[in-house]
């Protein structure tokens, strides 16, 4: 005797994973528009803060990137800094302390 927990064959559950299929379009669709649309709006404003500030008189800098292997210190492949000293050595230094200026009254 058959359980009526599992599926049946049949027009129902072709109609099911039809339905099911089409669900799964609709929310891939809906997620593809909504990636779009935030990126149309950053897009917007962008362009919105770069007009504004050249009605201003305030011309945007631009932005370099840089990429290059070792720049971050600690990770593999880094190398070391020419300013920072090598393990072992000792950096000596002259410690003085400065004494807070006295209030000047007017």
Do not use: H
């Amino acid at each position: 005797m058959e359980s009526m927990n599992s599926q049946s064959e049949g027009p129902l559950s072709a109609i099911g994973a039809a339905l099911s299929a089409t669900a799964r379009f609709a929310v891939a669709l809906f997620g593809a528009l909504l990636m779009v649309g935030a990126l149309f709006i950053g897009l917007l404003v962008g362009l919105t803060l770069m007009l504004f500030a050249l009605l201003r008189g305030r011309r945007p800098q631009g932005v370099k990137f840089m990429w290059r292997k070792g720049d971050w210190p600690g990770r593999p492949g880094s190398r070391p800094s020419a300013t920072q000293p090598g393990k072992g050595e000792v950096v000596d230094i002259e410690v003085r302390e400065i004494p807070p200026k006295p209030p000047q009254q007017p």
